[in-house]
């Protein structure tokens, strides 16, 4: 099996994809618009789609599954600026004195996610 969309449940499909695509640099599907139903990021192959899909009811409690994002184009730092600069709001600094650690961030409808450091901040 390819693991083909990761989906998630929200408010407003739209808005939320138009934030993750922004982040990510993915592009939204041509089919898709404000009001849609459900709402899909096109990731890079062999990469899943990120499917947004409205739900009626809200966010109630700490998701259970969440994305771990590693930079490639800027620092770990910069990159967690540039995202709460687009909408998403901080929620945990596990960063430490060493310049160890990843960050957990708020997407605009609250779902938990990870910025670790890049691949050159790790050495690699």
Do not use: Q
Not at 24 to 33: L, N, V
Not at 79 to 93: F, N, P
Not at 95 to 111: F, H, I, K, Y
């Amino acid at each position: 099996m390819i693991l083909r969309h990761v989906t998630i449940d929200c408010a407003n499909p739209y808005e939320l994809g138009t934030f993750w695509s922004t982040v990510t640099g993915w592009p939204m599907s041509g089919e898709d618009a404000p009001g849609d139903p459900e709402v899909l990021v096109e990731a890079p192959s062999p990469l899943p789609g990120m499917l947004f899909i409205r739900v009626p009811e809200g966010k109630t409690v700490k998701n259970r599954i969440h994305f771990d994002w590693m930079p490639t184009e800027r620092t770990r730092d910069e990159e967690v600026e540039r995202v709460i600069g687009l909408g998403a709001k901080l929620y945990e600094d596990h960063r430490t004195a060493e310049g160890l650690g990843w960050v957990t961030l708020l997407d605009p409808e609250g779902n938990e996610f990870c910025v670790e450091r890049s691949k050159g901040e790790r050495g690699l």
